[in-house]
């Protein structure tokens, strides 16, 4: 395992650094979150941690930190959207990791089943229940349930990978 | 949203059309995932599922089903390992998914700490305690604390994408 030496961080505890250096390698599909507050407010964000749990019964699984300022809504609601985003749609993952008041400002987004935001030229959008919410330190793991969706428009995947946002490239 | 006509497919549920198609047009970077059972034996599996939940600490998620084969060392164990798989180990991936019987058969990994297998030429490992076991339905969210890791070789990153390997393409 010599091209594996370990990683000497004096500034940081062995766990982070490897962590961070683990997660730059990693390259993840970027998805938004959408929801609606109890007084009925559209909240949304940028997301690089959905992964399938399940297919029988549909469950899928994303992570938010309780600092997020969605998790109040998330924390409320019974109902999400999720939305896989294309390379066509990288200025709306951008929009939705940006000022929080911009957000939902402009004609972008549409309300779809249960009221939640849906936004224009996803690649697909799927609504489920939230079944679960598992507290770890400051953070959340949460699982929901589909129960609809649809397919969007044909787009290439959009990526995040080295802080940059990049579509799927050549098959290996 | 009328590019998002919903998915209509009377041979399944609505919630199960829509998840698998969603999933479908959601890109996702591939690790493997390795333990050892209580005797010692190496275990391990390909996983797209693995997601940041945190940086400080460093926790990070992966999901399994309790029917994989290697869910009862993962259910056993204190420790993993966490790989992050480049394009030239593509066969690693596609080993760690294939027949148990020959995962582990070869001079292809190596015992790293806790004797935990590492895979040769991974772009990244972390070794990480399991500090929780969140069970959904007939699935596992794993959710683990990493305390060391390393990089490994530079490599172009592994995708799995529409049932294919693939590599990140152009920025967008």
């Known amino acids: 395992m010599d091209e594996t ?5 004096p500034e940081e505890p062995d766990g982070i650094a490897a962590f961070k250096h683990a997660f730059r390698r990693h390259a993840a599909g970027v998805v938004v979150i959408t929801a ?6 559209p909240v949304g964000f940028t997301a690089t941690s959905l992964a399938s ?10 992570n938010m930190a309780k600092v997020a300022s969605a998790w109040p809504a998330v924390a ?5 959207a999720i939305q896989t985003m294309g390379a066509r749609t990288r200025h709306l993952a951008e929009r939705m990791s940006g000022d929080h008041d ?9 309300p779809g089943p249960h009221g ?8 697909s959008w799927m609504v489920g229940r939230i079944v679960e919410r598992f507290p770890v330190a400051n953070n959340v793991v949460v699982v ?7 397919l969007g428009e044909p787009d290439a995947a959009l990526l995040y990978h080295e802080r940059t946002y990049l579509k799927p490239g050549e098959t290996v």
Chains 1, 2 share one sequence.
């Open 76 to 80: 409320g609601t019974d109902w999400v």
């Open 36 to 41: 609606l507050t109890p007084e009925g407010k």
């Open 53 to 62: 749990l399940a297919a029988v019964p549909p469950l899928a699984t994303f």
């Open 116 to 123: 939640l935001p849906i936004l224009e030229g996803v690649t």
């Open 144 to 150: 929901v349930q589909v129960e609809e969706g649809a």
């Open 5 to 9: 030496a370990p990683v000497i961080t």
């Open 102 to 110: 911009l957000r939902f400002e402009g004609d972008h987004w549409a």
